[in-house]
């Protein structure tokens, strides 16, 4: 079955430094997505990603993030100059072609921290 | 503003015992609901979904059931099974491909 991989699995950045976290959807899904989950907290939506643009974002998306859709291939979340509150579990998903009721499938996700 | 909760953080139920995970919303305007099931160091895999129009859907050993009026749905899991030991999520979205909002999760431990 199709699935969603992540890269790094773990990464390690010092306070201030860009971070880029990648991923590949499923090839002929159209819908991408970034949530976090920050350690013991609830799994929170950052961004969706269609037709190579955001159509929505939450409030903790905020400048310091950007999306990218370089290749047709992956999908990366940019973090331009990170905190420590930036620390959490990063989770992909892509979702294909239907309503709401289309299942997203996630990656594995990235877990960040911060130094 | 939680739109979705799962008041219960965890539950632990014997194998072979019914496991009832339970979820509120506040938005009216969901129009689906899934479950995601969640296993440490993976992410949320898919588990089941109702439309807001059907107040029950089945798969196998699982079964939503959706009540609109009360604005609550539950995920019965029957036999409950070692394996179904995991965090259960559940997620609400609108009719178009778009977020889902998540609830905080409930940590299912199915006792041998």
């Known amino acids: 079955e199709p699935e969603v991989t992540q890269t790094p699995s773990h990464q390690v950045t010092q306070m201030g430094q860009e971070v880029i976290l990648r991923c590949v959807p499923i090839?002929?899904?159209?819908?991408f997505y970034w949530y976090r989950q920050i350690l013991g907290q609830k799994v929170e939506f950052l961004v969706s990603?269609?037709?190579?643009?955001?159509?929505?974002k939450s409030e903790i998306f905020d400048d310091q993030f950007s999306v990218e859709r370089p290749d047709g291939s992956n999908f990366t979340l940019k973090i331009r100059s990170t905190k420590l509150e930036d620390s959490a579990m990063y989770f992909c998903?892509?979702?294909?072609?239907?309503?709401?009721?289309?299942?997203?499938?996630f990656g594995d996700g990235t877990r960040l921290s911060i130094l | 503003d939680q739109q979705v909760k799962q008041n219960s953080p965890s539950l632990s139920v014997q194998e072979g015992r019914i496991s009832i995970l339970n979820c509120d919303y506040t938005?009216?305007?969901?129009?689906?609901f899934l479950w995601y099931k969640k296993y440490p160091a993976e992410g949320p895999t898919f588990l089941i979904s109702?439309?807001?129009?059907?107040d029950k859907n089945e798969d196998g050993r699982f079964t939503v059931f959706l009540n609109k009026s009360a604005k609550h749905l539950s995920l019965h899991i029957v036999p409950s099974q070692p394996g179904d030991s995991a965090v259960y999520f559940c997620?609400?979205?609108?009719?178009?491909?778009?977020?889902?909002?998540f609830g905080d999760g409930t940590t299912l431990t199915v006792k041998p």
């Open positions: 998903a892509s979702r294909g072609r239907g309503f709401g009721n289309q299942p997203q499938h």
């Open positions: 090839s002929n899904h159209l819908y």
């Open positions: 990603f269609y037709n190579n643009e955001i159509s929505e």
């Open positions: 938005n009216s305007m969901f129009d689906y």
């Open positions: 109702i439309s807001s129009i059907k």
């Open positions: 997620a609400a979205s609108g009719i178009a491909a778009g977020k889902s909002t």
